[in-house]
T-cell receptor, first 113, second 111 residues
Framework: KAGVTQTPRYLIKTRGQQVTLSCSPI?????VSWYQQTPGQGLQFLFE???????NKGNFPGRFSGRQFSNSRSEMNVSTLELGDSALYLC????????????FGPGTRLTVT | DAKTTQPPSMDCAEGRAANLPCNHS???????VYWYRQIHSQGPQYIIH???NNETNEMASLIITEDRKSSTLILPHATLRDTAVYYC????????????FGKGITLSVRP
C-alpha cells in the first residue's frame, strides 16, 4: 500500500505571497491532519479533516486554512506569508480519526524569504 | 492531555537494548501512552501505544508502571537506523484529541 504523499517537497516563497500544499492520504484513510514543525516550537497541530469536514483545529491564525476533497486528498493554504511561516509542514492520515495510529508523509519544506 | 517529561538525549551501543524513559505523573485513567519517532528529515513514525498493560510489537516493547505515572520504551537490539527523536505522548483515545508532541528524546546509537 502506498504511503502518504505530499507535494511539493520543497518550496520557496516571498513574504506576502500565498501557498497551497497538497497531501494524498493512504488509500482508505478518511482522516487527514496537518502539522507545522519548526526548530523553536517543535511539532504543532494545525487541523484535522474527516470526510471533507474540519473536525479539530489547533491554535493558528486564520491565515492557515485547509480543505479536504471527496477522495480524501487534502490541501493546506497559507495566505500573506510571513518569515515565521518557514517550516516543515507534515500531513498525516489515519483510518478513522486522531484516535487511530497516524501515518505521516515526508513533509513539505517551506522557506519564506 | 497529560504532560510528559523526557530527558533530552541518551545514547546506546549498537546491538544493545535501548531503554527510553518517560514520566507522565498526571495521566488520567482514560489516557493512553503513545510513542512516535522521527528520523532526521522524515515524518514521524508510529511505534506503539498502550493503556496499562505492557505491549510488544515487531518494533519495540512498552512497559508501563503499575501506577501508570511513567513508562519505558524498549528497543531490544538497537541499530544505527534507530537514531532518531523519540516522542512520548499521552492522550485520550476516542475523543479526537490531537497529538501534542513535546521535545522528545534524541537517541543516538553508536557503532
Amino acid at each position: 500500500k502506498a504511503g502518504v504523499t505530499q507535494t511539493p517537497r520543497y518550496l520557496i516563497k516571498t513574504r506576502g505571497q500565498q501557498v497551497t500544499l497538497s497531501c494524498s492520504p493512504i488509500s482508505g484513510h478518511r482522516s487527514v491532519s496537518w502539522y507545522q514543525q519548526t526548530p523553536g516550537q517543535g511539532l504543532q497541530f494545525l487541523f484535522e479533516y474527516f470526510s471533507e469536514t474540519q473536525r479539530n483545529k489547533g491554535n493558528f491564525p486564520g491565515r492557515f486554512s485547509g480543505r479536504q476533497f471527496s477522495n480524501s486528498r487534502s490541501e493546506m493554504n497559507v495566505s500573506t506569508l510571513e518569515l515565521g511561516d518557514s517550516a516543515l509542514y507534515l500531513c498525516a492520515s489515519s483510518l478513522g480519526g486522531l484516535e487511530n495510529e497516524q501515518y505521516f508523509g515526508p513533509g513539505t519544506r517551506l522557506t519564506v524569504t | 492531555d497529560a504532560k510528559t517529561t523526557q530527558p533530552p538525549s541518551m545514547d546506546c551501543a549498537e546491538g544493545r537494548a535501548a531503554n527510553l524513559p518517560c514520566n507522565h505523573s498526571t495521566i488520567s485513567g482514560n489516557e493512553y501512552v503513545y510513542w512516535y519517532r522521527q528520523i532526521h528529515s522524515q515524518g514521524p513514525q508510529y511505534i506503539i501505544h498502550g493503556l496499562k498493560n505492557n505491549e510488544t510489537n515487531e518494533m519495540a516493547s512498552l512497559i508501563i508502571t503499575e501506577d501508570r505515572k511513567s513508562s519505558t520504551l524498549i528497543l531490544p537490539h538497537a541499530t544505527l537506523r534507530d537514531t532518531a527523536v523519540y516522542y512520548c505522548i499521552v492522550r485520550v483515545v476516542g475523543a479526537n484529541s490531537k497529538l501534542t508532541f513535546g521535545k522528545g528524546i534524541t537517541l543516538s546509537v553508536r557503532p
